[in-house]
């Protein structure tokens, strides 16, 4: 280390540290011009922002003091307890896997998808294989062609994960690729695949596979410890972490049962997270997990060999089936944010996964986007880059201890498989959900092109329908549902009747009173499938009848404008469009503006789906059968 000489120059060094007290008043002073009168503590609060499992995001994070610095340490990458990575170089030397999904049920094509992705980026295969993918007889024609010693290959198998398994490994034998230089996860996930489909497999076919991949195959890793189950039934982050553990755990006590030693049965396990647009949270979710790991391996009587090996998938949860071209933004954060918190592997699904079979274009944009991050931004070139920000490092100490105390919830109800039967999993992430629902309802939480600023215009893409995906457990949801409810309605009117159902917005003096409300209230209602009509620019109560009859709506119709005009015109507009035919009124600002002149209000914070139903139930529109 060079220490430079005191030649003066030192930055800063003449002014005094700043205290957290009086970033406070200054806060405080901020909030007072608000009308807000808050001190201290109360006044930092206000620009706090709540999130699930309890944790909130301070406006200020600095250096830990008091009770805070007695948090646990951090420890070096490649070191127990493994927050900072579970190599000591991390994926700085080659950089992640770039690990592509391949659905279908076609080995052919499932062959030539494979064999296009791994000339172009792609470092490792993940293969449906059974009743919702490639026959298992079809495994071979399907990796034909695919240097098996080079490329690794995941299973997905569900129920079928034996026969599966053992097809793969006889495709090893049979291609002459040495023991020693296959690498494959077998992807055996018994408990995951009941949480998905509520039928418990045999196990005793896994324990087996695992002690003979322990004894003859080092490259290759039987179980899989999927955590999407239950992030794609609604759960929060601490949710997936803790259910993450509690299939680990049940895992390890029935490898050891089964004849393993702890450290043969902690290497048999590959963990698998859903990676979001919330790039933090994915940051610290993936440095927690590998934290709460390396506690069960301690507690185990192995802490050496708690490093856990991740695969992060992007979300599916926030994938959008209207304007999908945005989920290709979501997918880069969320990669973005899996490289940085450190995953081993990670899957890029193509923007059009949710519509059916992915085309070539989705597929290549897909891998190309790990290829950029590693290649052009050269983000796996750190170690763990996010180590040492005040705000990660509290997240992921806040986020591990409400996972671990979720986990032990579970194992208190007897383990997963317990907790799985019982319904205490599906209720706690229906909870969880029911609250996510409301934020996303309320557009509080936006879904860009869906919730906001969404095209009514657009042309939809079409896709290959995929095979049916396992289902009977736990649900399935979408950020989307709900608006992609209300969409399907507007389309089946549409298809019905040759018109979208249609809100006449009468706008009430000049653009600069009613141009933020009449914007607001035409992304409202398109969020809906209902097509604004704005014309002319502005009405008055000589003027709206003959604009509404003209506009073509379907009874409803909304007023735009400043508080001051509503008092002067609102009454007068709002019977001259009930005159014209109008059966409802809104408004389009604080409920309460102009009572007794009009029927309902819509306002930043209202119930969007709550009222774009309600609306689209007026029109005469039906319901989805």
Same mark, same amino acid.
């Given at each position: 280390m060079t220490v430079l000489p005191d030649d003066g120059l030192s930055l800063a060094a003449e002014f005094p540290d700043a205290t957290h007290e009086q970033w406070q008043r200054l806060v405080e002073g901020v909030l007072r011009k608000s009308g807000k009168e808050l001190t201290g503590e109360a006044a930092e609060a206000a620009l706090s922002t709540t999130l699930e499992d309890g944790l909130t995001t301070r406006p200020l994070y600095t250096a830990p003091s008091g009770a805070d610095a007695k948090a646990e340490p951090t420890g070096f990458p490649g070191f127990a307890p493994f927050v900072r990575g579970g190599t000591p170089d991390g994926t700085s030397t080659s950089?992640?896997?770039?690990?592509?999904? @391949?659905?279908?049920?076609?080995?052919?094509?499932?062959?030539?998808?494979?064999?296009?992705?791994?000339?172009?980026?792609?470092?490792?295969?993940?293969? #449906? /294989?059974?009743?919702?993918?490639?026959?298992?007889?079809?495994?071979?024609?399907?990796?034909?062609? /695919?240097? +098996?010693?080079?490329?690794?290959? &995941?299973?997905?198998?569900?129920?079928?994960?034996?026969?599966?398994?053992?097809?793969?490994?006889?495709?090893?034998?049979?291609?002459?690729?040495?023991? *020693?230089?296959?690498?494959?996860?077998?992807? @055996?996930?018994?408990?995951?695949?009941?949480?998905?489909?509520?039928?418990?497999?045999? #196990?005793? !076919?896994?324990? *087996?596979?695992?002690?003979?991949?322990?004894?003859?195959?080092?490259?290759?890793?039987?179980?899989?410890?999927?955590?999407?189950?239950?992030? *794609?039934?609604?759960?929060?982050?601490?949710?997936?972490?803790?259910?993450?553990?509690?299939?680990? &755990?049940?895992?390890?006590?029935?490898?050891?049962?089964?004849?393993?030693?702890?450290?043969?049965?902690l290497g048999q396990l590959e963990f698998r997270y859903a990676a979001t647009a919330d790039q933090f949270l994915t940051i610290a979710k993936l440095r927690a997990a590998r934290r709460l790991w390396a506690r069960v391996a301690e507690a185990c009587g192995a802490p050496e060999a708690g490093a856990q090996r991740q695969h992060a998938v992007t979300s599916p949860v926030m994938m959008t089936r209207r304007d999908?071209?945005?989920?290709?933004?979501?997918?880069? /954060?969320?990669?973005?944010?899996?490289? &940085?918190?450190?995953?081993?592997?990670? #899957?890029?699904?193509?923007?059009?996964?949710?519509?059916?079979?992915?085309?070539?274009? $989705?597929?290549? @944009?897909?891998?190309?986007?790990?290829?950029?991050?590693?290649? *052009?931004?050269?983000?796996?070139?750190?170690?763990?880059?996010?180590?040492?920000?005040?705000?990660?490092?509290?997240?992921?100490?806040?986020?591990?201890?409400?996972?671990?105390?979720?986990?032990?919830?579970?194992?208190?109800?007897?383990?997963?498989?317990? $907790?799985?039967?019982?319904? +205490? &999993?599906?209720?706690?992430?229906?909870?969880?959900?029911?609250?996510?629902?409301?934020?996303?309802?309320?557009?509080?939480?936006? @879904?860009?092109?869906?919730?906001?600023?969404?095209?009514?215009?657009?042309?939809?893409? /079409?896709?290959?329908?995929? !095979?049916?995906? !396992?289902?009977g457990g736990l649900p399935r949801v979408r950020r989307d549902e709900a608006y992609e409810a209300l969409r399907a309605r507007s389309d089946a009117h549409l298809e019905s009747t040759g018109a979208r159902p249609r809100v006449f917005l009468a706008a009430l003096g000049p653009a600069a009173a009613h141009t933020a409300r009449a914007t607001f209230a035409s992304n409202l209602f398109q969020a809906g499938g209902i097509e604004p009509v704005h014309e002319p620019v502005s009405v008055d109560a000589a003027t709206a009848a003959e604009a509404y009859a003209a506009a073509g709506a379907d009874g409803v119709a909304v007023l735009c404008s400043s508080d001051a005009l509503y008092e002067e015109q609102a009454a007068e507009v709002a019977a001259a469009l009930r005159a014209a035919g109008a059966s409802t009124v809104f408004l389009a600002g604080r409920p309460g503006t102009s009572a007794g002149a009009v029927d309902e209000y819509v306002f930043a914070g209202c119930d969007a789906v709550a009222v774009l139903s309600s609306v689209l139930d007026r029109m005469g529109v039906p319901r989805e059968q």
């Amino acid at each position: 280390m060079t220490v430079l000489p005191d030649d003066g120059l030192s930055l800063a060094a003449e002014f005094p540290d700043a205290t957290h007290e009086q970033w406070q008043r200054l806060v405080e002073g901020v909030l007072r011009k608000s009308g807000k009168e808050l001190t201290g503590e109360a006044a930092e609060a206000a620009l706090s922002t709540t999130l699930e499992d309890g944790l909130t995001t301070r406006p200020l994070y600095t250096a830990p003091s008091g009770a805070d610095a007695k948090a646990e340490p951090t420890g070096f990458p490649g070191f127990a307890p493994f927050v900072r990575g579970g190599t000591p170089d991390g994926t700085s030397t080659s950089g992640w896997d770039v690990r592509q999904r @391949i659905a279908g049920s076609d080995p052919v094509r499932v062959n030539e998808a494979a064999l296009a992705d791994l000339e172009n980026g792609t470092t490792s295969l993940w293969l #449906t /294989v059974g009743r919702s993918g490639i026959p298992v007889a079809g495994l071979g024609r399907a990796l034909d062609g /695919v240097y +098996l010693d080079l490329a690794p290959v &995941v299973l997905d198998a569900g129920a079928e994960y034996a026969e599966a398994a053992r097809a793969l490994l006889a495709l090893y034998a049979e291609r002459g690729v040495a023991p *020693e230089a296959a690498r494959a996860s077998l992807g @055996i996930d018994p408990l995951g695949h009941e949480a998905r489909t509520g039928e418990a497999p045999d #196990t005793a !076919p896994a324990v *087996e596979l695992a002690r003979e991949a322990a004894a003859s195959w080092p490259g290759v890793r039987a179980l899989a410890v999927d955590a999407l189950p239950y992030h *794609e039934a609604g759960g929060s982050a601490a949710e997936e972490l803790g259910l993450s553990l509690a299939t680990g &755990v049940a895992y390890l006590r029935t490898l050891t049962e089964g004849g393993l030693g702890t450290e043969a049965a902690l290497g048999q396990l590959e963990f698998r997270y859903a990676a979001t647009a919330d790039q933090f949270l994915t940051i610290a979710k993936l440095r927690a997990a590998r934290r709460l790991w390396a506690r069960v391996a301690e507690a185990c009587g192995a802490p050496e060999a708690g490093a856990q090996r991740q695969h992060a998938v992007t979300s599916p949860v926030m994938m959008t089936r209207r304007d999908p071209w945005v989920n290709m933004l979501r997918t880069t /954060v969320a990669s973005m944010a899996a490289g &940085v918190g450190g995953a081993d592997s990670v #899957t890029v699904l193509p923007f059009d996964a949710e519509l059916g079979l992915p085309d070539a274009f $989705a597929r290549r @944009i897909a891998r190309n986007t790990s290829t950029i991050l590693l290649e *052009e931004s050269h983000l796996a070139r750190v170690i763990d880059p996010a180590g040492g920000s005040y705000y990660v490092e509290r997240l992921t100490d806040e986020l591990a201890h409400a996972a671990w105390e979720f986990f032990q919830t579970v194992e208190r109800a007897g383990g997963l498989a317990a $907790a799985l039967r019982s319904g +205490l &999993v599906a209720e706690r992430l229906a909870a969880t959900w029911a609250a996510r629902s409301k934020k996303l309802a309320t557009r509080r939480e936006p @879904i860009t092109g869906v919730s906001e600023f969404p095209l009514l215009s657009e042309k939809p893409l /079409v896709r290959e329908a995929a !095979p049916a995906a !396992p289902a009977g457990g736990l649900p399935r949801v979408r950020r989307d549902e709900a608006y992609e409810a209300l969409r399907a309605r507007s389309d089946a009117h549409l298809e019905s009747t040759g018109a979208r159902p249609r809100v006449f917005l009468a706008a009430l003096g000049p653009a600069a009173a009613h141009t933020a409300r009449a914007t607001f209230a035409s992304n409202l209602f398109q969020a809906g499938g209902i097509e604004p009509v704005h014309e002319p620019v502005s009405v008055d109560a000589a003027t709206a009848a003959e604009a509404y009859a003209a506009a073509g709506a379907d009874g409803v119709a909304v007023l735009c404008s400043s508080d001051a005009l509503y008092e002067e015109q609102a009454a007068e507009v709002a019977a001259a469009l009930r005159a014209a035919g109008a059966s409802t009124v809104f408004l389009a600002g604080r409920p309460g503006t102009s009572a007794g002149a009009v029927d309902e209000y819509v306002f930043a914070g209202c119930d969007a789906v709550a009222v774009l139903s309600s609306v689209l139930d007026r029109m005469g529109v039906p319901r989805e059968q």
